[in-house]
């Protein structure tokens, strides 16, 4: 059995992952101190569901899927049993959200180590699979990742544990499908992902596509809102961050859409004399800058290294981004590989190759690059790559002949984001219209990005080639959406005015997309448009504007004729977030169609004021979505609301506010629960005793025990049924001790005890006992036994003997079912408070039956709580010549193991290690346990039958009864 213990402590008291929570850092500067700066956001990144496109993209279904909406880590946790993949712009959070899973589950599973009482509950060991340094195999990956912290194991073990993983179930994290070096690659982690669908799986991409891996769920990462951004510039830069914002303006959106970019701004401004870059080329270039100057001005280098950093970077990341075939790339390599391309560019500048290994150790200390596992150097994040891509290609292109950056760089996915982030670097304005122009031949819609993508200075002239296309009106507005340019903003404006409804629908989406203020006057006539999918696209454009000039317009179109204007109109005022919306969204509650109620309840959640609160209460009589609503918002006004709303004179009213309670999930709200658990109204008590179940906490418990005494049968079954759904020792301990209580088995009989006993039952197998029992833990009583037939018939009559009495012996063929782990049952009985043992000679030579009296032995108080059945060919112990026999027998065990290990030279040998190490710790105990058991007053086994075991029954209802006084 694998030993997790050390690879949990490692994770959880590594730095690494640990400050991924509060910090957006990219590198740490030897011999500096960590900047105070925080401005933690993690927690409230979302994600939302990707619908799925339909069969046909002509029709639109009736009922559209519902999107759902989470925080990233709740909705990886809530998905990743079946698989799921995490889609996300670069920089948007999604290594970090892997980084942090990995760190909670793991303080989980250390914390359920430590305290689980029963080796038999699930505990999720994650592991994250860093797909960028993938070389051989995905095992290996893992196995790599393990080696990293502090575990090591063969691949055969791990392939017997990822196949059979009883206890210690596997959570695996890959981060970067796009990251993969090869086709092969790709392939390898597919067939994995195929040979082991039952493990919990999470995967994160930069875009979707081929390397999907057909997996059915996806989640993308949310774009950060106006209000986190602003909230986050504020808090990095308290002290500059008003002027920061004023200096965007409107551009906070086009810049700092991601946790990393904004991050990036933040510090350029804050180290650029509180100037904003003109475009993203720049703002890396400055970024950059800083760690070649300013942070490190102080700090000692190997000979002139300094002078050469941002060169030697661009050298590394153009060999990265080449990689080994036109189509793949890189984003790690061997530090040997990188050495070799810095001996090229040193020995061409007439310094000494061997400068090349110093050098590089000065970039892995002080810059933007850091080494990996198995000695693999990469970039801080592919972002950075790409950037000194950009920098060593625009050192090329002057030399590049069209055809050559036509069919060797714009015709391959890989160079797109360098291309994109050289032309803002770009002074030149003819090779950035050459740039453009080449891109437009390759492909339209590569080139209208690119012609965005320009030094402002020269977009008109860019932006024109797009407008001079010969293309169709529809497609042309498409075109000019991709340049996210405000030079195109004024043709988009007039195209709302076109014939074709079709050129005015994608005028006002992509109008929305570029988000400019310039525009909201023209998209509020096109709320008006006479064409139903024109007001659609103008009603999401507004609200994606986020203007407050809009709300009127919006407001007007929750009353259009078409319900997905509705819905859309809604869905923006939501966005938009002002008190001025509400009237007209409580008005929408009652829409005749469902999604328009949906949506209108959700934007007054984002809203979320008091006076939003207040009016979603009272529609809590009429409005189911009411309460959807009041689910998403966890403020004190609002659970204080449903607090109240729990007395409500309609009784459907009582039950929205206590599902809503629960679903919000709030332990706030468990003081004002359990006060109504005592209300004089036993509906109030049911409800609150529903929602207590729902929220699930231990807090919750002596409240919902005492409503087990309640006068009404209903409370009194909810309140088990909560108990239940907590789900914890604690609460199968304390309605253990009800079922055991006379007085209550008398109150709760019929429907009622069959709840407790029900919720009982949950409990157990929820924390994954062998059975489902009917003892606490230590008033269960375990029989260890040879199968041979002399003591497998005594383990028989032993059974039930004790069945007369009333007490049931936990045994393997009764309670261990099909595939279930042989050897946790057989911890589980070493962990047993009574353990009745049937020695025989057999017993003492079986690995079996001595593993279990080894466990017995290893938790403590063996005398105490074994209780020995001595078989007449087991009596010879009581002689010491007769024991040492024992000793020989193992020592020839080990000896015959140790002989067939060596000369066969084998590999991969953890199991038969395993067996190795438990016959050695047979060896040193045999000799003290057999030395207890001779001194212990056993009767024959005539007299135990004479008797039906009277003496051994006694005693160990006696220990029972002790240990009872213990519960």
């Known amino acids: 059995m694998i030993d997790w213990t050390p690879y949990l402590k490692s994770i959880s008291d590594s730095e690494k992952y640990a400050q991924w929570e509060t ?148 959570l695996l994290l890959f981060d970067g499908i796009n990251e993969l070096p090869s086709e092969a690659a790709r392939q390898n982690l597919k067939n994995f992902r195929q040979q082991y669908a039952e493990i919990s799986m999470i995967f994160t991409t930069r875009d979707l596509g081929s390397d999907d891996l057909d997996i059915e769920k996806k989640l993308e990462m949310l774009p950060l809102t106006e209000p986190q951004m602003r909230d986050f510039v504020k808090t990095y830069l308290p002290e500059k961050g008003e002027e920061m914002l004023k200096q965007l303006g409107n551009r906070l959106k086009e810049l700092a859409e991601t946790p990393l970019l904004l991050w990036m701004l933040c510090s350029v401004f804050d180290n650029n004399e509180n100037k904003i870059p003109a475009n993203l080329g720049l703002v890396f270039q400055i ?28 050298v590394l990341a153009w060999k990265m981004t080449q990689g080994e075939s036109k189509t793949e790339i890189q984003v790690a390599i061997s530090r040997t590989e990188a050495e070799e391309e810095l001996s090229k560019f040193i020995k061409n500048k007439g310094f000494p190759e061997y400068y090349s290994k110093q050098w ?41 002949r069209d055809e050559q950056l036509q069919w060797d760089y714009l015709n391959y996915l890989k160079w797109t984001e360098p291309m994109a982030l050289l032309l803002g670097l770009l002074d030149n304005e003819t090779q950035a219209k050459r740039v453009v122009k080449l891109g437009l031949e390759i492909d339209l819609k590569l080139g209208a990005r690119l012609a965005g993508e320009v030094n402002f200075k020269f977009q008109k002239q860019t932006v024109g080639l797009v407008l001079g296309l010969d293309v169709p009106k529809r497609f042309k507005v498409e075109l000019l959406g991709l340049t996210k340019s405000n030079q195109v903003v004024n043709e988009l404006s007039q195209a709302l005015e076109d014939s074709d409804w079709g050129v005015r629908r994608n005028a006002a989406s992509v109008l929305g997309k570029i988000g400019t203020e310039t ?54 005022l939501g966005k938009i977030g002002t008190e001025t919306a509400i009237a007209g969204l409580l008005k929408a509650l009652k829409d005749s169609d469902e999604s328009v109620r949906g949506n209108a309840a959700f934007a007054l959640a984002k809203i979320g004021s008091e006076t939003a609160i207040a009016e979603l209460l009272k529609a809590l009589e009429h409005s189911d979505n009411a309460l959807e609503a009041l689910t998403e918002i966890e403020t004190e006004t609002a659970i ?71 006068s009404d049968e209903f409370v009194r079954r909810k309140a088990a049924e909560a108990l239940g759904n907590i789900g914890t020792e604690t609460a199968m301990t304390e309605l253990i001790k009800c079922l055991k209580n006379p007085d209550f088995v008398t109150l709760n009989n019929g429907d009622t005890l069959f709840q407790a ?40 009559q032993l059974v039930q003997a004790f069945a007369a009495k009333g007490i049931e ?32 000679d057999r017993y003492l030579k079986s690995e079996n039956c001595m593993f279990e009296l080894v466990e017995i032995a290893r938790n403590g108080d063996f005398y105490q709580r074994i209780f020995p059945i001595i078989l007449p060919d087991a009596r010879r112990i009581h002689k010491a010549i007769e024991r040492l026999q024992y000793i020989q027998h193992w ?32 060896r040193h105990r045999i000799a003290s346990l057999t030395d207890i058991l001779k001194d212990m007053n056993t009767p024959s086994i005539d007299l135990h039958g004479q008797s039906e075991f009277a003496a051994v029954i006694k005693a160990v209802e006696t220990k029972l009864a002790e240990d009872s006084q213990n519960i």
């Open 360 to 400: 590089l150790k000065d970039l892995l200390k002080y810059h933007l690059i850091h080494l990996e596992g198995n000695d693999k150097i990469a970039f801080r994040h592919q972002l950075i790559q790409e950037y000194y891509t950009a920098e060593e290609l625009k050192k090329k292109l002057p030399h590049l």
């Open 757 to 796: 006993r029900e919720a009982l039952d949950i409990i157990q197998n929820k924390l994954k006992y062998y059975h489902p029992l009917s003892q606490p833990m230590n008033q269960q009583v375990y029989i260890s036994y040879n199968w041979q037939e002399d003591s497998n018939e005594m383990a028989n």
């Open 23 to 170: 910090f957006y850092t990219l590198t740490d500067v030897e011999g500096k101190t960590r900047p105070a700066k925080t401005a933690p956001l993690l927690r409230d990144l979302w994600v939302q569901t990707i619908e799925k496109e339909p069969q046909n993209p002509q029709e639109r279904p009736e009922r559209p899927e519902k999107t759902e909406r989470f925080t990233v880590l709740d909705g990886l946790r809530k998905y990743a049993t079946n698989h799921v993949l995490l889609k996300g712009r670069p920089g948007s959070g999604k290594s970090t959200a892997l980084a942090r899973l990995l760190l909670e589950e793991s303080v989980e599973a250390q914390s359920l180590r430590l305290n689980q009482q029963n080796q038999a509950k699930i505990i999720q060991i994650p592991i994250l699979i860093e797909l960028r340094l993938y070389e051989t195999s995905i095992l290996d990956l893992i196995l790599q990742f393990l080696k990293r912290h502090k575990l090591i194991i063969d691949s055969n073990t791990l392939e017997s544990w990822l196949l059979e993983n009883h206890n210690f179930r596997p």
């Open 809 to 840: 012996i936990i045994r393997d063929k009764t309670h261990t079912t099909y595939k279930d782990s042989i050897k946790n049952f057989m911890r589980q009985i070493g962990q047993g408070k009574c353990v009745v043992v049937v020695i025989s």
């Open 519 to 572: 525009a909201i006057a023209e998209l509020l006539k096109a709320l008006e448009d006479s064409n139903s999918d024109v007001r659609r696209r103008a009603a999401l454009a507004l609200g994606k504007i986020g203007s407050e000039t809009a709300i009127m317009g919006l407001l007007k179109a929750l009353e259009d004729s078409d319900e997905y204007v509705r819905r859309n109109a809604a869905f923006a």
């Open 640 to 710: 204080a609301g449903l607090l109240k709303a729990l007395e409500h004179s309609d009784e459907g009213v009582r039950g929205n506010a206590a599902f809503a309670l629960g679903k919000i999930g709030s332990e706030t709200a468990i003081a004002g629960l359990l006060k109504a658990l005592e209300h004089s109204d036993e509906d109030v008590r049911w409800y609150a005793a529903f929602a207590l179940g729902k929220i699930g906490s231990e807090t919750a418990i002596p409240g919902l025990l005492k409503a087990l005494e309640d």
């Open 287 to 314: 970024f950059t800058g800083i760690y070649d100057k300013k942070l490190k001005a102080d700090v000692s280098t190997y000979q002139e290294s300094r002078d050469w950093w941002r060169e030697l970077l661009q």
């Open 891 to 922: 020592e020839g065990r080990i000896q015959e193991l140790e002989n067939a290990m060596h000369s066969g030279g084998l590999a991969n040998l953890q199991g038969i290690t395993d067996d190795l190490n438990l016959y050695t710790e047979i």
